[in-house]
């Protein structure tokens, strides 16, 4: 059975941090490439960070310069760094593999308070 278990989010003020955390099991995790998601209220979900197998990276133009996404494969965890946190950063985040099947976490609450 595959699972993404996330951790991580929560209320933060303005400017401030936080760090999301995704653990998969039942696949084989290096071979997948590895992404984050959010969706906020009233919108369609978003692509806002991709990891591949390779370890290369790509962000949305709204979180360049703010977001880091990284991977452990040891660990079978990425990550989400996210700083400099503003209020429309607002939103359910969602990690995602990809490549054999598309498997979801269950979602992260992210509120950024102005």
């Known amino acids: 059975q595959v699972q993404l278990v996330q951790s991580g989010g929560g209320l933060v003020q303005f400017g401030g941090s936080l760090r999301l955390s995704c653990t998969a099991s039942g696949i084989t995790f290096y071979a997948y490439n590895m992404y984050w998601y959010r969706q906020a209220p009233g919108h369609d979900r978003e692509m806002v960070a991709q990891?591949?197998?390779?370890?290369?990276?790509n962000y949305a133009d709204f979180v360049k310069g703010r977001f880091a996404i990284s991977r452990d494969n040891g660990k079978d965890t990425i990550y989400l760094q996210m700083d400099d946190l503003r209020p429309e950063d607002t939103a359910v985040y969602y990690c995602?593999?990809?490549?054999?099947?598309?498997?979801w976490g269950q979602g992260a609450q992210v509120t950024v308070a102005s």
């Open positions: 995602r593999a990809g490549g054999y099947g598309s498997f």
């Open positions: 990891i591949t197998r390779d370890g290369d990276t």
